[in-house]
DNA sequence: GACAATCATATTGTACACAATCTAATTGGT
DNA sequence: ACCAATTAGATTGTGTACAATATGATTGTC
């Protein structure tokens, strides 16, 4: 526990204050941003299994509630997901009964991914998960949104490298 | 463009500020947080890929490179992940020759995670990646600093209700 | 010392996630 | 009209991720 001069602890690295700290798990934004997507996509877990739905496709439920119809494309610029991720996701919630999938008459290889009277009630069912949400996290409502402002700042600069 | 009173965008179901606003993707913490940890997960894999890791797996080094050996459900705790998750990279990590599995002798229901000479010597040459992905973020360092430890904050919340 | 309970890991099944590739349809230039 | 380039989805293969279950070892109790 003491940091004593000692050097009882063995660096197999030569790295007196260096490397050594840079690839610290602690240490790491990316670590702290990992293991907390994951501890939220738990949170909601027992929250969405009553509706049938996973977090991926609550998040395309959410899409699609803003605007629908609209093509796989489209979903997937507002998700960031690849049609190798959504169109399986699509697919299952098509034999839950929540969408249809159409393809678009003008455009045939454009597919339109419709809400049925199902999907479009579901989101009566699921207006209380933001709430609950909000309990779990158990944070002021300021933190949250500058937290959420951080992220998407962040979010944005790293989209501007991609393209 | 122009938010005026006139009602030119229906909402479909009756509700003039609740809970429309609340299922808005833009205003969700974890959408924020979901698309954030895609997209630094896309910024690593490039960084990654010449040392032959995966994001996970590089994590996985990381706490192997602070500690090691140790079992697997005891850095299965460090990462957040349980064994159906680790036992299948692991096993990877074996098979490019990072790491060894041997169980203990002590008690033969644990396996030791132990790394190899060329698991040691791969911590030199991840050195550079995490100042590579700072200049990436292009965010100033303290900004990162803060945005962790609010991460780190949520997770310990979320991690206290769970256990 | 048998034996139930517990613990550590592995296995199985389902669901994302993406790179690479394929197919088919549209568009643009000639 | 033709053909190259582009575009939209689907498919395939690899790699996480977790719930549920199985297997085998250890511990506690009697």
Redesign the interface.
Known sequence: MSPKPTADRRT??SDPQ???Q???????????????????T???RPLLEPLGLT?PQY?AM??L??KAPRTVSDLGE????DSGTLTPLLKRMEAAGLVTRTRDRADERRVQIELTDKG?HL??A??GV??A?AC????PGE??AS??T???D??R???G??E
Chains 1, 2 share one sequence.
């Open positions: 197999p690295t260096g490397v050594a840079q690839l610290r798990l602690d240490n790491q934004l990316c670590f702290a941003l990992y293991a907390a997507t994951g501890l939220v738990r949170a909601y977090y998040l959410m899409a509630w803003e507002a998700l960031g997901l479009r989101k009566d699921a207006a933001p709430f949400l779990a996290l158990d944070m933190e949250i937290l959420r951080a992220l998407q962040m979010a600069k790293l989209r490298r991609e």
